[in-house]
Each structure stands twice: as structure tokens, then as C-alpha cells.
């Protein structure tokens, strides 16, 4: 479940391993390069940590942050 705390939207999504956990970043990665929508992300071996917010809004979440999350769970 994605939350929104401190103007993010985050969730944290573990996989079998390091290479599931890549290939759903790759994957990711595609879906945000065509919203021109980047998330804050980091990996550690099997496990995303994704946060979301509008940065040409303030740093702040936004209907874009919310239409990516929703694109991201799709995967």
C-alpha cells in the first residue's frame, strides 16, 4: 500500500532477488520516462524503495505522483 507522509508518496516492494527487484526498476523506469515523471528510489539487493512527489510543484504530492503509483502497481 503506497502512503503519503512528509509530502511523499512511498511504498516498499521486495522481490525473490536482486535481479527480479532490477528488472521491476527497468520496468519502472519506462513507465516514469513516458509520464516525465522520475521517482526517488533507492535498491538494496532485494528490496525498492520508491517516493513520489511533484517537484515543479514544491516538493509536494500531485495528481501525477498518485497516476504513476497507479501505473507502478500494474507491474
Known amino acids: 500500500m503506497w502512503t503519503e507522509k512528509n509530502n511523499c508518496l512511498s511504498k516498499t ?7 527480479e527487484a532490477f528488472a521491476f526498476m527497468t520496468r519502472v523506469a519506462f513507465i516514469a520516462e513516458a ?5 526517488n528510489w533507492s535498491n538494496v539487493y532485494n ?7 511533484t517537484h515543479d510543484s514544491g516538493n509536494i504530492v500531485t ?3 498518485h497516476k504513476l503509483a497507479k501505473a507502478i502497481d500494474k507491474i
Not at 35 to 39: D, E, G, R, S, T
Open 35 to 39: 509520464q516525465n515523471h522520475h521517482p
Open 47 to 53: 528490496t525498492v524503495t520508491i517516493e513520489l512527489n
Open 13 to 19: 516492494f521486495k522481490f525473490k532477488d536482486f535481479q
Open 63 to 65: 495528481d501525477k505522483d
